[in-house]
C-alpha cells in the first residue's frame, strides 16, 4: 500500500503544481486620433446679434437613388464641393476688390477712365493751343507723312496698284458719306472741308472737288460742290467700260437723277441737314431713327441689297420731302450697281469690320503697334454721324459756335483701344504740333495713369470673367453629374432664407420653381428663439410683411448651439402649391448641360415630412454655406434621402 | 491561422507525442507501469513559415481597411460613403488603422499513462491526459495616415461634413468595441479571457521487442489515438483544442545501441497517419476572418513524423539516469475540401509545420534497489527539460515536465 500512496503523493504534487495558473495578456493601447470639432462661425445670420442678420442661400438639393453607382455619386459630390469652391472664390474676389462698384462696365474705375481720357484731351487740346498749328501746315504735313506711311508698307508692284485702286474707292466713299453728312448739310466753312485729310492727293489727281462749284461758294456753301464735283464723279455714278450695258445704263440714270436734285440744291440740303421746315416726323419708330447718321447710312449702305427696305422707306410719308423730286433719292442711291457700297470700303481701310475685307494690308509683326488702318481709322471714322478727328483738325468751319470735339472710340473695340496711344504717339507731331516740356510730362503722367487704371480695370474683368465661366463650369458639372441614369430622383435649385427679427431666428425654404417674378409664391416657414434656445411658433406680425399672393406653410426650426447644426422639419400638406412637383428631365444631346429635375410627383411629398439637417460654414474668410441632408419621412422611416449643398446669395 | 497554432500547442504535450528519450525497452511479462506525467507552460509567441519569431496573436494583427469600414454600414449610408471614398480618390483597401494584439496561453497536462507486460517482448499501454488551459488576449488599436487623410477629407471647408468625421473618429475609438461587436453579430464569442479544463484524446498503444542483443536492440511500435478530447470550437477565436478530432494511427520504429552498459544510443522514427474527417470550420480568408459562415467541411490534417536520436545513461547502482537528445518533428499541411481558393488558402495556411528540439533528462530509478530490497517500491522519478532549436510555423514552447513511475 505504501507503494500506491507514493504514487498518489506524487500525483498530487504534480497537480498541485500547475493548477490555479492562468494565462494573463499585456494590455494593449488605443491610439486614435482627436476627435475633430465643428467649425466656429461667427457673425453670421444664426449668430445672436448678428451683423449680418439676414442671409438667402442659393442651393440644391439631392434625392439619391438607393442602387446609385457609388462612382457616378462621387462625382457628384466632387462637382458639389467644387461649387462651393469655386462660388467662394468668386465671393472673395468680388469682396476683396469690390468688383461690382469699381470694376465692372458700370463701375467706378471704367466711369473714372473715362473722364480722365476726356480731361486729358480737353488738356492735350489746350496745351497744343498754346502753340497752334494751322490747317495748312498739317495738310502738309500729313500729306508727306502719308506718302511714306504708305511708301513703307511692304507692297509689291502689284499690291501696290491694288492697294492704290482700293485707296481710290475708299476717298471716293468718304466724299459720299461726307456729302451725306447732316452736321455737313447744316454747316459753312471758311475753305472746301476734306471728306478725309489723308485723301488730298488722291482728290486732286482724279479731278475730284475742284469744279467751279468748289471756288469760294457763297456763305461757304460747299454742299453743291461736294455733290457736284464730289458724289456725282465718284465709282458710284460713272458708266465704266467694265459694266454690262444694264449696269451703265442705270448708272446714267442715278446720275440723271442726282443732276435734277441739285438743279434745287438747298431743297435737298434742308432734307440732309434734318431742317424741320422740311422733314416733319410723326411717327415715333420712324422718328427714333432720324440722327445725323440717318442719311449717311441709307447712303453709304447702299440699300439697293435689300430692295424690300428701299421700297418701303421710299413709301414711307412721314418724312415729308415736299420737292417731289426728293422722293427719287433712295432710289438714286439704292440702284448703285456697283459690287460694294461706299460704307464696306470705309470699313475695310478703317479696319472696321473683320468680315469683308476688301483689301488687306499686313499688319505690324508687333502687335501693340499701330496698324495703317488704324491711322485712317483714327483720322477718319465718323461714328454714327459725329465728326471724325479729321473733321476737327482739317475742316475750318465759317462760324464754330460750338468746337468740334475729339472722338474717343468708345466703341471701337478694345484691340484699337490698346493701339490708340500708338496712333497718337505716331500723329502727334504730324497734326497736332508740339507740347512744351511740362506739359509733356503731365500728358505722360495723366496717360500713365489712364494705362495703370485700365490695365487694372482690364485686369479685373478678365479675372472675373474667367470666375464666372468657372462657376457656370461648375454648376453645368453637377448638372451633368446628377442627371446621369440611376444616380438621383431629384436634383432641384430650392432656396433657405434665414433672418433675425430680434431675438428670432425666421428660416424659410421654398424651390426655386416656386418662384413667380423674384418672390416665392409659397414657402415653408419655422422660427426659432436665439435667446432662449427653443423652437417656437411665427409670431404672427412675421405675416404682415407678407405679400398677399404668398402662401406660407408652418415648419419647424430648430439650432443646436453645440454643433450648429440647424434642423428645418416640415409636413407637406400642398406640394402642389410649394412646387414639390414633377419636373421632367431635358432631353439632351451629349454634352450639352441638362437641367434641374424631380422624377417624384407631388403624390410622393403629399402628407410627408420633409427635414433638413443643415451644417453651416464659410469658406475662405467670404462665403458662408450650408450643406448637410434632406430627407423624405413617413411616420416610420425615411422614403428618400439625400444631400443639400448651399451657398449665399449676392448681389 | 491563430486556431493552427494553438491547436499545435496541445499536441506538443500530448500522451502520445514522441520526446526524445524513446527506448527498446518493454515491461516484464505481468509487469505493470504506471507513469504519472505532468507539465505546465506557457506561449506567448511563436515562429512563421520563415521560421521568424512573432507574437502568438501576429493574426490578430490586421488592418482596418476601408473595406472593413464599409462592410460596417448599409443601404444608402453605405453608398454614400463609397460615393465619397471613391470621390476623394481612397482605395477600398486602404488602411485606416491597425489592430494589436497580446495573446499568452498556459496549459497544465496531466498525463497518466498505464503500461502492462503482456509477455517479455510485448507491452501494451493506454493513455489519457487531462488539460487544464487558459488564454487571454488584449486587443488595441491604432490609427494611421489613411484615418488622418480621411478625417481630414470630411473636415474641409468645402466639404464641411463634420458630423461624418466626428462619427467616424468615435467609432475608430471604439473600435476595439466595435470588433467584438462585430464578432457577436457573427455568432463569435468576443476576444476575452478562456480557460477549460477537460481529458484529451485516449491514446493505445503496443510495442513489441524484436531483438534483444547484447549491444543491440530493435523493438517497433503502434498505436492508434481516440477522438476523445475536446476539438476547437469554430466560434471562439482563442481557445484551445485538446484532441484533433479525428482517428490518428502511428507506427514506430525504434533501435538501442549500448555503447557502455549503463549508456545506449537510442533512435526512433515514428510516422503518424491522421484520417480524414468532417466538422464544422469557419470558412475564412486571409482579409475576412470575422464575415466568415460556419461550414461542415472535409478536412484531412497532415500527417506527422518524428525522428529522434538520444544518448541515454542508467547506472543501476547509483540508480541515477539521465540523457541528452535531439527531436525532429514534421507535420504536413492540412487539406481541406473547399472550392473557393481564397477559403482553402487561408484554412490550409501556415499548417505545414516542422520543429528541432534538443532535451536534457536527469532522473532516480529505485528499480535497482527495489530489487535489491533497498527501497520499498520499485518506481522511477525524472525531470526532464525541452527546449526548441529551431522550427516554422510552430509555437515556441519550452518547458519543463516531471515523470513519475511506478512498477507493480
Known amino acids: ?651 | 491561422m491563430l486556431k493552427f497554432h494553438l491547436f499545435f500547442f496541445t499536441l506538443l504535450f500530448s500522451a502520445e507525442a514522441a520526446h526524445a528519450f524513446e527506448s527498446t525497452r518493454t515491461l516484464p511479462a505481468g509487469v505493470r507501469n504506471i507513469n504519472i506525467r505532468g507539465l505546465y507552460t506557457t506561449a506567448s509567441s511563436k515562429t512563421n513559415k520563415s521560421g521568424d519569431r512573432e507574437p502568438l496573436a501576429e493574426p490578430l494583427w490586421r488592418p482596418l481597411r476601408f473595406r472593413n469600414v464599409l462592410d460596417g454600414e448599409e443601404g444608402l449610408k453605405r453608398t454614400q460613403l463609397a460615393a465619397f471614398l471613391a470621390s476623394q480618390g481612397f482605395g477600398n483597401e486602404e488602411t485606416v488603422g491597425d489592430f494589436y494584439a497580446n495573446l499568452n496561453a498556459q496549459i497544465n497536462v496531466w498525463a497518466p499513462i498505464f503500461a502492462w507486460g503482456i509477455s517479455e517482448r510485448l507491452t501494451l499501454a493506454g493513455a489519457l491526459p487531462y488539460y487544464s488551459a487558459s488564454t487571454d488576449i488584449k486587443v488595441g488599436f491604432r490609427t494611421n495616415v489613411g484615418a488622418d487623410r480621411f478625417i481630414a477629407a470630411l473636415t474641409t471647408n468645402s466639404m464641411n461634413n463634420f458630423q461624418s468625421a466626428i462619427e467616424a473618429s468615435e467609432k475608430f475609438q471604439n473600435a476595439v468595441v466595435r470588433l467584438n461587436e462585430r464578432l457577436e453579430e457573427n455568432n463569435y464569442e468576443p476576444l476575452d479571457r478562456w480557460n477549460q479544463e477537460a481529458f484529451g484524446d485516449l491514446t493505445l498503444a503496443a510495442k513489441y521487442l524484436h531483438y534483444n542483443g547484447e549491444r543491440v536492440k530493435f523493438a517497433s511500435q503502434g498505436g492508434i489515438v481516440a477522438p476523445t478530447g475536446r476539438v476547437d470550437s469554430p466560434d471562439l477565436l482563442t481557445d484551445l483544442p485538446f484532441g484533433d478530432g479525428q482517428w490518428d494511427i502511428f507506427a514506430a520504429l525504434l533501435a538501442d545501441q549500448y555503447v557502455l552498459p549503463s549508456l545506449f544510443v537510442n533512435q526512433f522514427f515514428r510516422y503518424t497517419y491522421q484520417a480524414p474527417d468532417r466538422r464544422s470550420v469557419r470558412w475564412k480568408t486571409y482579409d475576412e476572418t470575422v464575415l466568415a459562415p460556419k461550414r461542415e467541411t472535409d478536412f484531412k490534417l497532415g500527417d506527422k513524423i518524428d525522428a529522434g536520436l538520444s544518448f541515454q545513461f542508467e547506472q543501476e547502482s547509483t540508480g541515477i539516469t539521465g540523457g541528452l537528445g535531439g527531436l525532429y518533428f514534421r507535420k504536413f499541411g492540412d487539406r481541406y475540401t473547399v472550392d473557393e481558393l481564397a477559403i482553402k488558402s487561408e484554412l490550409q495556411r501556415a499548417t505545414d509545420q516542422d520543429a528541432l528540439y534538443w532535451q536534457a533528462r536527469l532522473g532516480y530509478s529505485t528499480v535497482a534497489a527495489y530489487q535489491r530490497k533497498e527501497f520499498a517500491a520499485p518506481l522511477t522519478a525524472s525531470l526532464e527539460y525541452r527546449r526548441q532549436y529551431a522550427s516554422r510555423n510552430v509555437p515556441i514552447t519550452d518547458f519543463t515536465q516531471l515523470d513519475i513511475n511506478l512498477f507493480f
Open chain 1, 1 to 651: 500500500m505504501n507503494d500506491y500512496r507514493l504514487l498518489f503523493l506524487g500525483a498530487l504534487a504534480l497537480w498541485a503544481c500547475s493548477c490555479g495558473r492562468w494565462a494573463s495578456a499585456h494590455d494593449q493601447t488605443v491610439e486614435t486620433l482627436a476627435i475633430p470639432k465643428y467649425p466656429k462661425v461667427s457673425d453670421d445670420v444664426f449668430s445672436l446679434s448678428s451683423r449680418k442678420p439676414d442671409t438667402t442661400y442659393r442651393a440644391t438639393m439631392l434625392f439619391i437613388h438607393e442602387g446609385a453607382d457609388p462612382m457616378l455619386l462621387g462625382e457628384v459630390l466632387n462637382a458639389s464641393v467644387y461649387s462651393r469652391e469655386v462660388f467662394a472664390n468668386a465671393r472673395r474676389f468680388e469682396l476683396v476688390n469690390d468688383y461690382k462698384n469699381l470694376y465692372s462696365d458700370t463701375g467706378l474705375e471704367p466711369q473714372t477712365v473715362t473722364l480722365m481720357k476726356k480731361d486729358l484731351n480737353t488738356f492735350e487740346l489746350s496745351q497744343l493751343q498754346k502753340n497752334p498749328m494751322t490747317i495748312e501746315e498739317r495738310k502738309t504735313k500729313i500729306k508727306d507723312w502719308f506718302d511714306q506711311k504708305v511708301g513703307s508698307l511692304p507692297f509689291d508692284a502689284a499690291q501696290r496698284r491694288s492697294f492704290d485702286d482700293a485707296w481710290g474707292a475708299y476717298c471716293e466713299a468718304k466724299i459720299v458719306e461726307l456729302a451725306s453728312n447732316s452736321v455737313f448739310a447744316a454747316s459753312s466753312y471758311k475753305e472746301l472741308p476734306t471728306p478725309q485729310g489723308l485723301c488730298s492727293d488722291y482728290y486732286a489727281s482724279a479731278g475730284l472737288l475742284a469744279g467751279a462749284s468748289c471756288q469760294n461758294p457763297k456763305e461757304g456753301n460747299y454742299f453743291t460742290c461736294l455733290w457736284q464735283e464730289g458724289v456725282g464723279k465718284t465709282r458710284w455714278f460713272q458708266a465704266s467700260a467694265e459694266l454690262t450695258a444694264e449696269a451703265s445704263s442705270a448708272m446714267a440714270q442715278k446720275k440723271s437723277q442726282l443732276q435734277e436734285l441739285l438743279k434745287v440744291p438747298s431743297n435737298f440740303q434742308k432734307v440732309l441737314a434734318l431742317d424741320p421746315t422740311m422733314v416733319s416726323i410723326n411717327s415715333n419708330p420712324v422718328k427714333n431713327k432720324i440722327t445725323p447718321n440717318f442719311f449717311t447710312s441709307i447712303f453709304t449702305q447702299q440699300l439697293v441689297k435689300e430692295p424690300g427696305n428701299n421700297v418701303a422707306w421710299c413709301s414711307v410719308p412721314p418724312f415729308g420731302i415736299k420737292d417731289r423730286k426728293l422722293s427719287g433719292i433712295c432710289t438714286l442711291f439704292g440702284l448703285a450697281p456697283l459690287e460694294h457700297s461706299p460704307a464696306e470700303w470705309i470699313n475695310s481701310l478703317e479696319g472696321r469690320s473683320s468680315e469683308n475685307e476688301l483689301f488687306t494690308i499686313p499688319p505690324p509683326t508687333d502687335v501693340t503697334l499701330a496698324r495703317f488702318e488704324d491711322f485712317v481709322r483714327y483720322l477718319g471714322e465718323r461714328d454714327k454721324g459725329r465728326s471724325s478727328e479729321g473733321d476737327r483738325l482739317f475742316h475750318a468751319p465759317l462760324q464754330s459756335p460750338k468746337p468740334l470735339v475729339a472722338p474717343i472710340f468708345n466703341d471701337a473695340g478694345e484691340e484699337f483701344l490698346d493701339r490708340l496711344d500708338s496712333v497718337k504717339a505716331e500723329l502727334s507731331s504730324v497734326i497736332y504740333g508740339s507740347l512744351d516740356e511740362t506739359a509733356l510730362a503731365e500728358k505722360d503722367f495723366r496717360s500713365k495713369n489712364i494705362s495703370y487704371r485700365e490695365a487694372k480695370i482690364a485686369e479685373m474683368q478678365d479675372e472675373s470673367k474667367v470666375l464666372e465661366a468657372e462657376t457656370e463650369r461648375a454648376l453645368s458639372r453637377g448638372l451633368k453629374a446628377t442627371n446621369a441614369p440611376g444616380v438621383a430622383h431629384a436634383f432641384v435649385e430650392i432656396r433657405f432664407h434665414f433672418r433675425q427679427v430680434g431675438s428670432i431666428l425666421v428660416g424659410e425654404f421654398w424651390p426655386k420653381d416656386a418662384e413667380v417674378g423674384n418672390q416665392a409664391a409659397g414657402l415653408f416657414r419655422g422660427c426659432f428663439d436665439l435667446s432662449q434656445q427653443e423652437t417656437i411658433d411665427c409670431p404672427a406680425e412675421l405675416a404682415s410683411g407678407d405679400s398677399s399672393d404668398i402662401r406660407v406653410f408652418p415648419a419647424q426650426l430648430n439650432r443646436d448651439p453645440e454643433t450648429g447644426q440647424i434642423n428645418l422639419a416640415m409636413k407637406v400638406e400642398d406640394p402642389d402649391a410649394a412646387s414639390l412637383i414633377l419636373k421632367p428631365r431635358m432631353e439632351v444631346e451629349p454634352g450639352e448641360t441638362p437641367n434641374y429635375f424631380m422624377d417624384l410627383d407631388s403624390s410622393a411629398f403629399k402628407g410627408r415630412q420633409l427635414r433638413f439637417e443643415l451644417f453651416p460654414n464659410r469658406l475662405q474668410d467670404s462665403l458662408d454655406i450650408l450643406t448637410g441632408k434632406v430627407f423624405l419621412e413617413d411616420e416610420t422611416r425615411a422614403v428618400f434621402e439625400g444631400g443639400i449643398s448651399g451657398w449665399e446669395l449676392w448681389d
